[in-house]
């Protein structure tokens, strides 16, 4: 699970390998602005040193955001956030109970200091598309693909309520 490009700039975590179908639309987004990620799976409650060592080295080793998700008692986006300097996006997952609310407030609720940009329940795209944002706002020419971007969405809106009208 990681882009086929070298020095990823965005880490994506998550906490268990059962997550991934949310996060790909993450990874997605990410290679369709040709931004280099990684994606693993480090657990905060079965592997909590593997998750401090993760957290700890990101920025070290390039990273400049982050993007995790969990589901349930999802406390990996905080806790990685509690252990390194990088913006932290946190990804709610919805399990078979409670359809995610639980997800959702497990990250949402950050004490202050510790902030985590939660998205949508399931927002994985969403996700890849924040990070890239982030990344373009030092980045003029990152930034221009945003905005093409935004333009083919609105151009898309148009196309479709044109399509309406026939
Ligand atoms: C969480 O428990 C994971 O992030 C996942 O969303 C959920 C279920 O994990 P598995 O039992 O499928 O490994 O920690």
């Known amino acids: ?3 086929a490009l070298d020095s990823p700039v965005v880490g994506i975590v998550m906490g268990s390998d059962s997550d991934w179908p949310m996060m790909e639309p993450a990874a997605e987004a990410l290679a369709e602005f040709d931004l280099p990620y990684e994606a693993h799976v480090v657990s905060a409650h079965r592997t909590p040193r593997r998750m401090l060592d993760y957290a700890e080295s990101a ?3 390039g990273l400049r955001v982050v993007i995790a998700g969990a589901g349930g008692a999802a406390h990996l986006p905080g806790m990685v956030a509690a ?3 990088l913006p932290v996006i946190g990804v709610p997952r919805p399990l078979d109970r409670l359809d995610g609310l639980d997800s959702l407030l497990s990250i949402v609720q ?3 200091g510790v902030p985590v940009a ?3 329940i399931g927002g994985g795209r969403n996700a890849g598309l924040l990070a890239v944002r982030i990344l373009a706002a030092a980045d003029p020419e990152l930034r221009a693909a945003v905005e093409r971007f935004q333009a083919e969405l609105a151009d898309a809106v148009v196309v479709r309520d044109a399509a309406l009208q026939e």
Do not use: C, D, L
């Open 83 to 85: 252990a390194t300097p």
């Open 110 to 112: 950050m004490p202050a």
């Open 59 to 61: 920025a070290g080793r």
């Open 118 to 120: 939660t998205v949508s």
């Open 1 to 3: 699970m990681s882009s």
